[in-house]
């Protein structure tokens, strides 16, 4: 017992700055958030209006009718990356956890280069690569003779969000690559040793054995690509800007936020109700936390090891 105390005196010390910083910058800004959405401007004072922001976000046709929109497209931009991006990721993972696999770091690193490069250089390059004038997408087309396919993608509306969302897919499919192959090679040998006495090996070794037992980790990497994409600004707002064009066809809730709080052109910031859009924003993703954690992964832990 003498040497317990001071073991669980140390982690309290290590562990008090950290609570105290956690605090400082999440904490107290968030019930700050939470609060200036509770309140609103009459001339030049605050008044308390309880939920009536939340009511006017909702109902009011000059409010509701962007608000919606932009959910609607964060949606469409998750359900982008949970078809593509997380199922090339696993299949990607699969293929580089083969032993028979040669250069497999290299494929590891030149798949994850593109999750460590800056919002602004994937935004600017992939505009310059999909440009109909200087860019180098109808060229390749062209070369293997496909170009009837090309069309200005981020310039049509039915399009634009959908490759944006392929372009995040390509910057960020390492990271559930990466998540998955650690999950593959944590598989314990005399598991995979078993399947292969029973003669189940190859992709139906994956599909029987390996699949079941990473579903924990899949899980986890689907709420990961679900805070994410509902917390997504960055591509969008260098790819399209502010006002998320054409005709608002890429505006999601980050960029809805910035224009509300921040203001933008000739429309002035309104401090409140972007604060009562960054408190629906938190809503939404607290609710699907919790519908994760409590409805989901508490089904795949019978899947683990």
């Known amino acids: ?39 609103n401007l009459a001339g030049e004072n605050r008044v308390f209006v309880g939920l009536r922001n ?9 409010w509701a009718d962007s ?6 497209n964060n949606a469409w931009f998750f359900v982008v990356h949970m078809l593509v991006q997380n199922p090339i990721g696993v299949l990607l993972a699969a293929l580089l956890s083969s032993p028979r696999l040669r250069m497999g770091a290299f494929y590891r690193t030149a798949i994850f280069i593109p999750t460590i490069l800056s919002f602004v250089i994937v935004g600017f390059v992939w505009k310059l690569i999909l440009s109909p004038i200087w860019g180098i997408a109808p060229g390749m087309l062209d070369a293997v003779g496909l170009k009837f396919l090309f069309a200005p993608w981020l310039g049509k ?28 090679l944590s598989i314990p040998e005399e598991v995979i040793e078993a399947a292969e006495m029973d003669g189940v090996t190859g992709w139906s070794q994956f599909w029987k054995i ?8 899949i899980g986890i990497i689907s709420i990961l690509t679900f805070v994410g994409n509902f917390n997504a600004f960055d591509l969008i707002y260098v790819a399209q800007g502010a006002l998320a064009g054409p ?28 604060a009562t859009i960054a408190t629906a924003m938190f809503g939404i993703i607290l609710v699907g936390v919790c ?6 992964q508490t089904r795949l832990r019978r899947y683990q090891f």
């Open 67 to 72: 608000f919606w929109n932009a959910l609607g």
């Open 1 to 39: 017992m003498s040497e317990r105390k001071p073991f669980r005196w140390h982690i309290a010390v290590f562990l008090a700055p950290a609570v105290l910083i956690y605090t400082a910058i999440m904490i107290i800004p968030l019930f700050g958030t939470l609060n200036l959405s509770l309140y």
């Open 291 to 296: 519908v994760y954690l409590f409805a989901i």
């Open 157 to 184: 509306e039915e399009y634009a969000l959908t490759t944006l969302a392929l372009v995040s897919v390509w910057q960020f499919v390492g990271i559930p690559m990466m998540l998955i192959y650690a999950a593959l």
């Open 247 to 274: 005709d608002f066809a890429t505006d999601i809730l980050g960029t809805f936020l910035y224009r509300t709080f921040f203001g933008f052109q000739l429309q002035l910031g309104d401090p409140h109700m972007g």
């Open 54 to 62: 939340f009511a006017t976000l909702f109902g009011d046709p000059r």
């Open 210 to 217: 390996k699949l079941p037992l990473i579903l924990p980790s």
